[in-house]
């Protein structure tokens, strides 16, 4: 069963960095798309960033392009999320999801197409 841990969230002011991880565990990481999506107070969750199997394909939502990186490290099953430039509306639970299905990644924006969340990891940026 696919188990995902996020981690390097915190406190940053605005204009910092932060650098979240999501390790990967019980699933062939390298065949799944993966994504990061974000909670805020009393939001819908939303879609971050997503990533193809192999890295060679990433999309982003309008608000965080040019700001936020995905990557990913298939030899350590792990994705990442390097964040720079932070606003306070960057506030919110981050989370990483696995592609429902192995493979090449369709509607790799949908919340409904990832699984298998993780914990979370807050961020919160003051102002």
């Known amino acids: 069963q696919a188990r995902l841990v996020e981690s390097g969230g915190g406190l940053v002011q605005a204009g910092g960095s932060l650098r979240l991880s999501c390790a990967a565990s019980?699933?062939?990481?390298?065949?799944?798309?993966m994504g990061w999506f974000r909670q805020g107070p009393g939001k819908e969750r939303e879609f971050v960033a997503s990533i193809s199997y192999s890295g060679a394909s990433t999309n982003y939502a309008d608000s965080v392009k040019g700001r936020f990186t995905i990557s990913r490290d298939n030899a350590k099953n792990t994705v990442y999320l390097q964040m720079n430039s932070l606003k306070p509306e960057d506030t919110a639970v981050y989370y990483c999801?696995?592609?429902?299905?192995?493979?090449?990644?369709?509607?790799?924006?949908?919340?409904?197409?990832?699984?298998?969340w993780g914990q979370g990891t807050q961020v919160t940026v003051s102002s």
């Open positions: 019980g699933l062939t990481f390298r065949l799944y798309g």
């Open positions: 999801g696995r592609y429902n299905t192995p493979g090449f990644m369709a509607g790799a924006s949908m919340t409904g197409n990832f699984g298998s």
